[in-house]
C-alpha cells in the first residue's frame, strides 16, 4: 500500500539542453538559433541539440551527416567540458542552499530530498520554483523541474512542463497520474522494452498494472519487479548524497574504419592510458573490464572478464584489453572501441531500506 510507505519530498531538477544552452550563454549570437553540440565531421555524433534543433528532429546520440540534413542551417559547437564543470558546480552551489541531501545524477541533473531543508518551508513546489529562479537569475540558464514524494515520479514529471516549468505530482495525485501514463514515459522502460510491451498490450500505467508481478517477471526478468512496483507509486530508493560510481570508461570514434588489429592495439594503448588517469583521479579500482566494440555497420559487441584482483594500472589495463580483443574474430571493421571497468572498490553492500507505516497520504507539497 503507498499509505504504508515514507512520503518524502522530492525534487528532481533537470537543465534545459544544457551543453547547447551553455553554448548559447557564452555567445549571445547563439541564441535563438539550432545548434548542436559535437557531432561535426563527417564521423561525428551530436552530444546535445538546443530546442531550436531539436524541431527539425535533431538529436543526442545522432550522426552529425544526418543532423545537418534534417536541419541545413544547423550551427556545430565544440564541447568543452571544462565550462560545463563550471556550471554544475555553480547550479549545485544552489541546491546545497536548501539541503544537503543532493545526488547528482549527472553535470545537468539532480535529486533533492527537501522533506526537512535549511529554509524550514513546508512547500516543496515552492521550493523548486525558487531555485529554478535563482538558477536563472544567478546563472543565466533555464532548468525544469518535477516534485513528488518519491524520485521516480519527480524524475517522469520533471519533463512534463520542458522547458523551463515545473510539475508537482501531490501524493493523492499519485496513482491516477500513473494509470493515466504512456508507458514510453515511464524512467527506466527503453525504446527495446516499450516495443516489447506493446507487443503485450501494455500502453499505459493501467494495462501495467492490470499484470500480475509473475507476469511481469516471466517476460520482463528481474526489471518485472520494478515495473509491478513502480506504477503502483512504489520506490523507496533514497537520495543519496555520496552516490557510489559503479564504472568509470573511455571511448574513442576513429575518423576511417579500423580494419587492423595493429592499429586496434595502438588506440587501445590510449584508451587505457585514459581509463588509468580517470581512475587515479577518482581513487578507484576495478576487478570487471569490459571491451566495448561498435562495427562499421553499427552494430555493438561487448566483451567482458572479471579479474581476481582490483586494477587501475595503464600496463594491467591495456593487457586485459588486449585478451578481450583477441578472445574472438572481429565481425567486422571496427569504428569505435571503448574500455570501462566495473565492480570497483567503492561498491559496499546495500542495507533494506526499513518502511515507515501508517504515514498520511496529505501533506503540504
Known amino acids: 500500500m503507498l499509505s504504508d510507505l515514507p512520503i518524502r519530498k522530492i525534487i528532481h531538477v533537470d537543465m534545459d539542453a544544457f551543453y547547447a544552452s551553455v553554448a548559447q550563454l557564452d555567445n549571445p549570437e547563439l541564441r535563438g538559433k539550432p545548434i548542436a553540440v559535437g557531432g561535426s565531421g563527417r564521423r561525428g ?34 564541447t568543452d567540458f571544462e565550462r560545463y564543470t563550471e556550471i554544475s558546480k555553480k547550479i549545485r552551489t544552489i541546491f546545497f542552499d536548501y539541503t544537503n541531501l543532493v545526488e547528482p545524477l549527472s553535470l545537468d541533473e539532480a535529486y533533492l530530498d527537501v522533506t526537512e531543508n535549511k529554509k524550514g518551508h513546508p512547500s516543496a513546489s515552492l521550493i523548486a520554483k525558487e531555485i529554478r529562479q535563482r538558477i536563472f537569475t544567478e546563472v543565466g540558464l533555464t532548468a525544469s523541474a518535477g516534485i513528488s514524494i518519491n524520485k521516480f515520479i519527480a524524475k517522469v514529471a520533471s519533463d512534463y512542463h520542458k522547458p523551463n516549468g515545473q510539475k508537482t505530482v501531490n501524493p493523492e495525485e499519485v496513482l491516477e497520474f500513473l494509470e493515466v501514463l504512456d508507458i514510453r514515459k515511464f524512467y527506466g522502460v527503453g525504446k527495446v522494452t516499450a516495443e516489447k510491451m506493446y507487443q503485450k498490450g501494455i500502453f499505459t500505467g493501467i494495462d501495467l498494472k492490470n499484470k500480475s508481478l509473475d507476469y511481469l517477471e516471466n517476460h520482463f526478468g528481474k526489471s518485472g519487479a520494478y515495473y509491478y512496483h513502480v506504477v503502483r507509486g512504489i520506490h523507496t530508493s533514497p537520495v543519496k548524497p555520496n552516490r557510489i560510481r559503479k564504472s568509470l570508461a573511455a571511448e574513442r570514434t576513429f575518423s576511417e574504419n579500423l580494419s587492423s588489429e595493429i592499429f586496434m592495439l595502438e588506440k587501445l594503448n590510449h584508451i587505457s592510458e585514459e581509463v588509468a588517469k580517470r581512475l ?8 570487471t573490464m569490459t571491451l566495448k566494440i561498435k562495427y562499421s555497420d553499427f552494430t ?3 566483451r567482458s572478464k572479471t579479474l581476481p584482483y582490483y586494477v587501475s594500472d595503464k600496463h594491467l589495463i591495456l593487457e586485459t584489453a588486449k585478451s578481450l580483443l583477441y578472445q574472438e574474430a572481429l565481425h567486422n571493421s571496427v569504428r569505435l572501441l571503448g574500455i570501462s571497468l566495473s565492480n570497483l572498490n567503492t561498491e559496499t553492500k546495500k542495507v533494506p531500506e526499513k518502511k515507515s507505516l501508517s504515514v498520511q497520504l496529505k501533506i503540504d507539497f
Open 45 to 78: 555524433v551530436i552530444s546535445a541539440a538546443s530546442y531550436e534543433a531539436r524541431k527539425f528532429g535533431v538529436k543526442s546520440a545522432m550522426s552529425g551527416n544526418l543532423a545537418a540534413k534534417l536541419c541545413p542551417e544547423l550551427i556545430f559547437v565544440k
Open 280 to 287: 587515479a583521479k577518482n581513487k578507484v579500482a576495478g576487478k
Open 300 to 302: 555493438l559487441q561487448t
